[in-house]
C-alpha cells in the first residue's frame, strides 16, 4: 500500500507521496511514486501512483518512451491540455493492464493501480485529475479540491478539516506533512521518505520536488507539535458530566 495527496488551490497544486512499498511483512522496500514532466514556459505535469508496483512502473516506461519530438505521436509533452494528459495515462494504464492482466488473474494478483496527475499547460488553467485503475477519471473543482489514493483513511480529517479553495500553498504543504504523519503512525504499508512537490498556478515551471526524511527538521518539528498539541487539547476539553 502506499498513501498519495494532490490538492488543487486558488494558489495553485501541492502534490506528495510516500515512497515505501511491501510485498508482505519480509519484503518492504524503498521507491519513488512521483514522476515529473516539465518543459519550463510550456508545461509542468507531475504524476502520483499508487498500487501494484509492476504496472505503475511499466506504465511510467511506455510515458516515457513517448519521444516529445515525435509529434505525430500523442504524447504527454504535445497533448494540448491536462484532459488529453490524462487521456494519455489512462490509455497507458489500460495497455499494461490489458497485456499482464489475464496471466496475473491466474495467480490471484491485484494488479491495479491509480493515478493523480496535475500541473498545467500554457494556454490553459491549471487542472487535478484522479485516474481510476478502469482508465477513465475525474477532475477536481473547488468544492471538491483534493484527491487521496492508497491508504487514505488516516490522513483524511485533517484535510477535510483544513483545506479550502483559499488555503495558501505554504499551509497546504503544511496541512499535507501533517496528514501524511498521522497515516505513517497509524500504518505500518505507509513511510517516509515522502515526496512533496507545491507548483504555483501560472509559473509554468517547477523546482525540484522536495523529498523529506525522518530526520527532517521541519518534519520532526511538526510531528511533535502536532502529537502534544492534540494531546493538549484534548486534556483541556472536559470529561462528559454523565460518567
Known sequence: MTYCVAALLQGGLVLASDTRTHAGVDHVASFCKMRVYQRPGDRVVVLLSAGNLATTQAMVHLLDSQSWVDTAQPTLWNASSMFEVAQRIGDALRSVQDR????????????????????????????????YPQGNFIEATPDTLYFQIGEVKYGKPILDRVLTWETQLSEAAKCTLISFDSTVRSNISVGLPIDLAVY????????????????????????????????????????PDWI
Open 200 to 239: 504555483q498556478r501560472d509559473s509554468l515551471t517547477l523546482s525540484q520536488p522536495r523529498r523529506i526524511f525522518d530526520n527532517d527538521p521541519y518534519y520532526s518539528m511538526l510531528h511533535s507539535s502536532w502529537g502534544q498539541g492534540l494531546r493538549r487539547v484534548f486534556a483541556e476539553m472536559p470529561d
Open 100 to 131: 499482464d492482466g489475464p496471466y496475473l488473474n491466474q495467480h490471484s494478483i491485484d494488479y491495479g493501480a491509480s493515478i493523480l496527475v496535475g500541473g498545467q499547460i500554457a494556454g490553459e488553467d491549471c487542472r487535478l485529475f484522479n485516474i
